[in-house]
T-cell receptor, first 112, second 115 residues
Framework: DQQVKQNSPSLSVQEGRISILNCDYT??????FLWYKKYPAEGPTFLIS?????DKNEDGRFTVFLNKSAKHLSLHIVPSQPGDSAVYFC???????????FGTGTRLKVLA | EPEVTQTPSHQVTQMGQEVILRCVPI?????FYWYRQILGQKVEFLVS????????KSEIFDDQFSVERPDGSNFTLKIRSTKLEDSAMYFC?????????????FGPGTRLLVL
């Protein structure tokens, strides 16, 4: 039962171009969404979040878009840099149970 | 910048043995969590802990698992009688407050291998 899905296991993008990572969820009770970045041998690092009352949140090169009707969110990185190469996890927070539900991750590779 | 630390970074154990994974959360944080990631799979929530008791636990967190805050700084995950399928990366996390309004800070993880 995958409540949070990241259907693309990997993505390659040229340096300087836009990276778009996608995430779909099934539970309409989720009210907060987060993106984490994970480098090998390290724990996930918080990147950016969005509340369900918003449809966009921007922080520097990172923008998260939320489409509640489609139960879809995306992370845009522009311009992409080689240091952005990592695994990106989408997570949804269920405020009813105080649980984070993570997606399976998308491995982003930014090519120099 | 404060960080969550975990020890050991790697642990190899025989099936049936007990292991204790240790975490030192960020000092002013009150909420603590354990997650695991089996190789190639998603990060899974195990348990959350507040005020010296479990707040929430997942279906994975059965009687084989226990958590403890033995002193003011450590937060431990004990796995009794380990099974092969317990092999995974175990992440500890902490936050100032529960919920998505505060980010959770993750430790670097302990890679557990059960043989």
């Amino acid at each position: 039962d995958q409540q949070v899905k990241q259907n693309s296991p990997s993505l390659s993008v040229q340096e300087g171009r836009i990276s778009i990572l996608n995430c779909d969820y099934t539970n309409s009770m989720f009210d907060y969404f987060l993106w984490y970045k994970k480098y090998p041998a390290e724990g996930p690092t918080f990147l950016i979040s969005i509340s369900s009352i918003k449809d966009k949140n921007e922080d520097g090169r990172f923008t998260v878009f939320l489409n509640k009707s489609a139960k879809h969110l995306s992370l845009h990185i522009v311009p992409s840099q080689p240091g952005d190469s990592a695994v990106y996890f989408c997570a949804a927070f269920d405020s009813g149970t105080y649980k984070y539900i993570f997606g399976t991750g998308t491995r982003l590779k930014v090519l120099a | 910048e404060p960080e969550v630390t975990q020890t050991p970074s790697h642990q190899v154990t025989q099936m049936g043995q007990e292991v204790i994974l240790r975490c030192v959360p960020i000092s002013n944080h009150l909420y603590f969590y354990w997650y695991r990631q089996i190789l190639g799979q998603k990060v899974e929530f195990l348990v959350s802990f507040y005020n010296n008791e479990i707040s929430e636990k997942s279906e994975i967190f059965d009687d084989q698992f226990s958590v403890e805050r033995p002193d003011g700084s450590n937060f431990t995950l004990k796995i009794r009688s380990t099974k092969l399928e317990d092999s995974a990366m175990y992440f500890c996390a902490s936050s100032e407050a529960p919920g998505g309004r505060e980010t959770q800070y993750f430790g670097p993880g302990t890679r557990l291998l059960v043989l």
